[in-house]
């Protein structure tokens, strides 16, 4: 119960890796806030199995790539769980489609960027005013990030590379406040995203070059989470820890 009694919010937090977190966190005693933007039906099942685990927590619908629907989200945690939030981790995030450069035009690029980068922008500008000395943000980059990612996946990493710089620089300002701020950067994990965006033949060879030969899981994901989230990890910040089996170094 390393987080009893912090409140955490997860955007994207209804299926797959923000699941996974979602639980994670609450077996540790944090109380949760699923923010997730469309699917109701698996917000409710997240939120069961919060409470199924002896947690806390409650769902909130909204876009967080908009302003007004994130300060309605806070509202909301407010309103349940009291002013101070204590862990933000920003989950929420896609890839939209796999297109190459001459298939891409400006609204997707936009699209990509406001769901990968804008919503940990602003997630983060609206939640800080409520974070006090011991706060920890975990941001979600991607090994993407760090090596251009796979085959049409060029805004998608672009995108990610650049939460990965936003959490360097966040650790900087918010050091001094006593925030935190990391990222993680996941490799080939098995959920949702890689059912829909990445060819079978593509995923075995992936993990067949990984050392650990295998995909990852979502709830090693969320292990490493739990970590930077409490006070175990209390002098790192400015990091983007890789998860991907060894398949890439930084």
């Not at 540790?28 to 199995?49: C, F």
């Not at 996941?186 to 060879?205: C, L, N, S």
Request: glycine share 10%; proline share 2%.
């Amino acid at each position: 119960m390393k987080l009893k009694g912090k409140v955490a919010i997860v955007t994207g937090g209804a299926r797959d890796i923000g699941r996974a977190v979602c639980c994670k966190l609450a077996k540790e005693g944090a109380r949760i806030v699923v923010n997730y933007r469309s699917d109701d039906a698996k917000a409710e099942e997240t939120l069961a199995m919060i409470k199924d685990c002896g947690g806390e927590g409650i769902i909130v619908k909204a876009d967080v790539t908009k302003e007004k629907e994130v300060v309605e989200l806070i509202r909301q945690s407010q309103k349940v769980f009291g002013n101070q939030i204590h862990i933000l981790v920003n989950v929420a995030g896609g890839i939209v489609a796999r297109k190459l450069l001459a298939d891409m035009d400006e609204t997707f690029w936009n699209e990509v960027m406001n769901l990968n980068l804008k919503s940990a922008f602003l997630v983060t500008k609206h939640i800080v005013p409520y974070m006090q000395t011991g706060a920890a943000i975990i941001n979600f980059s991607s090994q993407a990030g760090r090596d251009g990612g796979g085959f049409g996946a060029s805004a998608y990493a672009t995108s990610k590379g650049a939460v990965a710089t936003f959490t360097r620089a966040m650790a900087k300002e918010l050091g001094p406040k006593g925030i935190r701020v990391n990222a993680v950067d996941p490799g080939m994990i098995a959920t949702a995203f890689h059912d829909t965006h990445t060819k079978p033949e593509v995923r075995t060879a992936v993990a067949g070059s990984t050392p650990l030969r295998r995909e990852g899981k979502a709830e090693e994901v969320a292990d490493l989470v739990a970590y930077l989230a409490s006070d175990d990890s209390s002098f790192i910040t400015g990091t983007n820890i890789d998860i991907n089996g060894g398949t890439y170094f930084s």
